[in-house]
């Protein structure tokens, strides 16, 4: 299977940054599509940011200007840069990577990370 392991996550002040990462390991045979979500307390999980295989992105319109989303495609790695953060931004972040690994065969992949703290606050 493969593994996701997020970090960067902490206390941040309003108008602060921060940079998350995701790093995936295991048999992996190619990763088309990375996604990062967030879940604030009491709400659903929600879209941030996508990238595909080909680097096209997509952001939520709430994070559009300030937040950029990358990979490093040999370290098998997605970022999330967060600029100009705000008291709303605060939510557990997580990574969700899709694509082929090497099992048996190849079959596809579905992982999610267990989720970074993100908190903005005075």
């Known amino acids: 299977q493969v593994q996701l392991v997020e970090s960067g996550g902490g206390l941040v002040q309003p108008g602060g940054s921060l940079r998350l990462s995701c790093a995936a390991s295991?048999?992996?045979?190619?990763?088309?599509?990375m996604h990062w979500y967030r879940q604030a307390p009491g709400e659903q999980r929600e879209l941030v940011a996508t990238?595909?295989?080909?680097?096209?992105?997509n952001y939520v319109d709430s994070v559009k200007g300030r937040f950029t989303i990358s990979r490093d495609g040999a370290k098998n790695t997605v970022y999330l840069q967060m600029n100009s953060l705000k008291p709303e931004d605060t939510a557990v972040y997580y990574c969700n990577l899709r694509g082929l690994y090497r099992a048996v065969t190849i079959v596809d992949f579905d992982s999610w990370g267990r989720g970074t703290q993100v908190t903005v606050s005075a």
């Open positions: 295991g048999s992996i045979f190619s990763i088309n599509v």
């Open positions: 990238i595909t295989r080909g680097g096209s992105t």
